[in-house]
């Protein structure tokens, strides 16, 4: 394979620790460039000549890992914005990893007007992946560039189900007490990532175009994938943590000691989200079949307590008012067992517990969708008031 280019936008963990990582270690990539807005951490990457460290948690212990030869560019500095702009012209591959998708377009840094500055007159086939946490990032990528030039044929955006649990870990302390490597030499900052790399995208249609992220799983569908993550993982770890909390439990992995809550989760990973999925998306794929879900249920629920992740408790159950919402994983899930005539009474205690963390004053319904079912709010409020 031809050595090629890869453009990155975003330092984080999922930036650094998946596509950045995956791209230095295959060994296709002459070029690894990097989008970024925080003056320090530019800084600290070029003062040690273009490398970084990155702990990866495994089942054993956290393994260390250094990435080099990684160029560091301010988009809102004019020099530094010439040299993304001519990168981004001549990539092969380009990875999105931004808090949302709401940063596609924001303010001087805007990653939109960059790739469509880019991709005028670009000669060589590209494909970006959207690495946001959305169903639809691809898509709204796409129509951000377009609102500032037209795409070229041989570029395409590609959604991706990223179910790799990460953080960037701050507190001086924790660094210390797992020694973590600081993401360089005396940054207070540190990227933990477990090594799971199991990443689905969006199935390539540019003829005869070849990754060099050649571990990724390319599907024709994604959204059974996303809607497995979204119902069966991300539910499943927002019910440990709420479950977790109310035990006064501080780290994910306290609970694998906890047998009956273990196998409280896992019967409702199972006969709830999974029975649901299975009849919503049967024949789709492998994983929606009983034994294949069982297997994806199996390994989660040990990757979601592993200890050297050190996930806190407070993370996982931040934010109610999302993961409650009508769409999202805790009601998402209650709603797609319901249309599949199974009592999701696992996930109503999770979301019974949750609805004690709204601010005073706020109601579930008043989370939800004006133009939703009334009978169907009706049976979830019966649900979760029941289980309380």
């Not at 003062?47 to 054993?60: D, M, P, V, W």
């Not at 001519?86 to 303010?107: H, M």
Request: aromatic content about 8%; charged content about 25%; proline content about 4%.
């Amino acid at each position: 394979m031809a050595k090629r280019t890869f453009v990155g936008f975003g330092f984080g963990p999922i930036q650094s620790g998946l596509f950045l990582f995956e791209a230095f270690r295959s060994g296709n990539y002459e070029r690894l460039v990097v989008a970024e807005v925080m003056p320090d951490v530019i800084n600290a990457v070029r003062t040690g000549r273009g490398a970084y460290k990155l702990n990866i948690a495994t089942r054993t212990g956290i393994v260390v890992h250094e990435v080099t030869g990684v160029e560091m560019y301010n988009p809102t500095v004019p020099a530094d914005r010439a040299q993304l702009v001519a990168a981004i012209a001549d990539a092969d591959e380009l990875a999105t990893a931004l808090p949302s998708v709401d940063f596609f377009d924001r303010g001087s840094a805007s990653v939109a007007r960059l790739l469509a500055e880019g991709f005028t007159g670009k000669a060589r086939p590209a494909v970006v992946y959207a690495g946001e946490n959305h169903n639809h990032a691809a898509e709204i990528l796409a129509e951000a560039v377009r609102r500032y030039a037209a795409l070229p044929g041989h570029v395409q955006f590609l959604n991706t189900v990223i179910g790799k649990m990460s953080k960037v870990v701050t507190d001086a302390d924790e660094i210390q007490a797992q020694q973590l490597a600081p993401v360089t030499n005396g940054a207070t900052r540190a990227f933990l990532v477990e090594e799971f790399n199991r990443i689905l995208v969006t199935r390539i249609t540019l003829p005869g175009f070849e990754r060099g992220l050649g571990m990724f799983e390319e599907k024709t569908d994604l959204l059974p994938c996303e809607e497995a993550k979204l119902y069966g993982h991300n539910a499943t770890h927002a019910l440990l943590g709420y479950l977790a909390n109310e035990k006064g439990y501080r780290f994910m992995s306290d609970c694998a000691a906890d047998k009956e809550l273990m196998q409280f989760a896992r019967e409702a990973f199972l006969e709830e989200s999974g029975r649901a999925l299975i009849h919503k998306r049967g024949g789709f794929d492998r994983l929606f079949t009983l034994e294949g879900y069982r297997e994806y249920v199996d390994d989660l629920m040990e990757r979601m307590v592993n200890p050297f992740l050190r996930d806190a408790v407070d993370r996982v159950i931040r934010d109610p008012q999302r993961k409650l919402s009508w769409d999202d994983r805790l009601i998402g899930t209650m709603r797609l067992a319901l249309d599949a005539g199974i009592e999701p009474r696992r996930f109503a205690k999770a979301a019974a517990v949750a609805a004690k963390m709204l601010p005073a004053g706020q109601t579930l319904d008043s989370l939800w969708k004006e133009d939703s079912p009334a009978g169907r709010k009706a049976e979830l409020l019966r649900l979760i008031t029941s289980a309380s």
